[in-house]
């Protein structure tokens, strides 16, 4: 087995939240948290959301951390240090196949953002507005994908740098940042005319507004905002110091990782009050409502091209340190598994980047017409992965703690060193009890969605 000596590592417990955090910070919080809780009830949304995070997640990042540091590994040697078998070499694939899967797709929406970060800058406000913008963009034979390789260079760039060097540095500087500029534009988004009653929809829970999709789609949003089950909190935690305590950096991560999610909300849902007056078309717009709504947000807007700039700027600093934990998992994974050096597996991931997530970024043009089960190919690798990866890859974390590694020699590795671990009751139940009833609920709900038996 490899030791902490011998394995690139975090500088200390700083390092690793502001790390972990980071690839919790992304898309998932900025992207797709305000408008599914625009869409599923707002303020009783984000309760849900809240609850299942001190709960289910809290034992997930808990379970998988301490899976990683107990080992020195990635998730495929990871769980194969607990002995071989059929079910312990499927648990560390797909843990490890996930990021494989999600990062090409997900650096195609990173290059969109890029795209309108430069078109603000170069004054575009009422262009990004107009009618038609975005998917003239998408479906364009050559923009997408050349936005797509800038983003993938900077991913590049930074994994190839190392983790202390790489990871950890940039994440110390862009989550500060990230925060710094949420805040601003949460504020400025407050306090439009009209903005009042958006902030009162998001924040103050309405029982009318609950039914069983506010549960699976906080369930399901957790899993991509948290990074639990994509292989990344394995991979952090072997990189992780035993004089770092898990419960502790967890309690951190979780609450970096909710601030950013209520802020993103803060910055959009109140703005969208005061652009329609609450339309509900307008609330539903769904994944569009960043790349499209927003932007008319911001032509109607006083400092338009300012407040463009900075939000996507932030959007586009969420992705990065997502991108790069996702980047970090798969070559690593690639380097304990094959003993290649850090720089031959970067560029081979970076060649399988490009090869997939060309897939997707042409799949809205001159690919527009080849389908897998009637999705696009982003939509299907966004499916496979969230919808069906990973909550089976969340149940075999539960089994593998509960039949391999042991419940005990988990709780063992947070107490390290004399760390506390106040929720350990909770972490105990969750593990054996409800998590792994819940991973089986959102694949079921999911399939259930696809198949056309229930409208998530």
């Not at 994908?145 to 590049?156: G, H, K, R």
């Not at 952090?236 to 770092?244: L, V």
């Amino acid at each position: 087995m490899e030791t902490q000596t011998q394995r690139q590592g975090f500088s200390g417990k700083l390092g690793y939240v502001l790390s972990a955090a980071g690839a919790s910070v992304g898309l998932g919080n900025i992207w797709r948290f305000p408008y599914l809780a625009a869409k599923y009830g707002g303020g009783i949304f984000l309760l849900v959301y809240i609850l299942l995070a001190l709960t289910f997640g809290y034992t997930m990042i808990i379970a998988e951390t301490a899976i990683g540091r107990a080992t020195g590994k990635s998730p495929v040697g990871a769980f194969r240090a607990y002995g071989e078998s059929a079910g312990t070499r499927f648990g560390g694939w797909i843990n490890a196949l996930i990021p494989m899967l999600i990062c090409p797709y997900y650096s195609v929406i990173g290059g969109w953002v890029c795209k309108y970060l430069f078109e603000y800058c170069r004054g575009n406000v009422q262009g990004l507005a107009g009618d038609g913008f975005f998917t003239g963009f998408i479906t364009d034979s050559f923009r997408p994908e050349t936005w797509f390789v800038v983003f993938v260079l900077l991913n590049l760039v930074i994994i190839l740098l190392g983790v202390e060097n790489g990871i950890e540095r940039v994440s110390s500087i862009m989550m500060p940042v990230l925060i710094v500029l949420a805040i601003l534009i949460s504020i400025y988004s407050m306090t439009r005319p009209g903005a009042l009653a958006g902030v009162k929809y998001f924040l103050i829970p309405n029982l009318r507004d609950f039914s069983w999709m506010t549960v699976i789609s906080a369930m399901g949003q957790m899993f991509y905002s948290l990074s639990i089950a994509m292989g990344i909190l394995i991979t952090f935690g072997s990189y992780m110091k035993k004089d770092t305590g898990i419960e502790l950096a967890t309690v951190q991560v979780e609450i970096f990782d909710t601030g950013i999610a209520i802020l993103a909300g803060l910055m959009i849902i109140p703005a969208v009050f005061a652009f329609s007056g609450g339309d509900p078309e307008a609330l539903g717009a769904g994944p569009s409502l960043m790349f499209i709504t927003m932007p008319k947000i911001f032509s109607s807007m006083g400092f338009g091209q300012g407040i463009g700039i900075l939000f996507f700027a932030l959007v586009l600093f969420a992705a990065l340190t997502s991108s790069i934990a996702l980047t970090e998992t798969a070559v690593a994974t690639i380097s304990d598994e094959f003993g290649w050096n850090r720089t031959v597996c970067t560029l081979l991931f970076g060649a399988v980047m490009l090869a997939l997530g060309s897939l997707s970024c042409l799949g809205y043009g001159p690919l527009g017409n080849v389908t897998v089960f009637g999705m696009q190919f982003l939509d299907f690798f966004d499916f496979i992965t969230n919808s069906v990866m990973m909550p089976i890859a969340a149940f075999c974390i539960c089994l593998f703690i509960r039949r391999r590694m042991t419940l005990a020699a988990a709780v063992e590795e947070v107490l390290q060193e004399g760390h506390s671990f106040r929720r350990r009751t909770v972490f105990e139940f969750m593990i054996q009890y409800v998590c792994p009833v819940f991973v089986i609920l959102i694949l079921v709900s999911s399939l259930a969605n696809v198949l056309g038996f229930i409208s998530m």
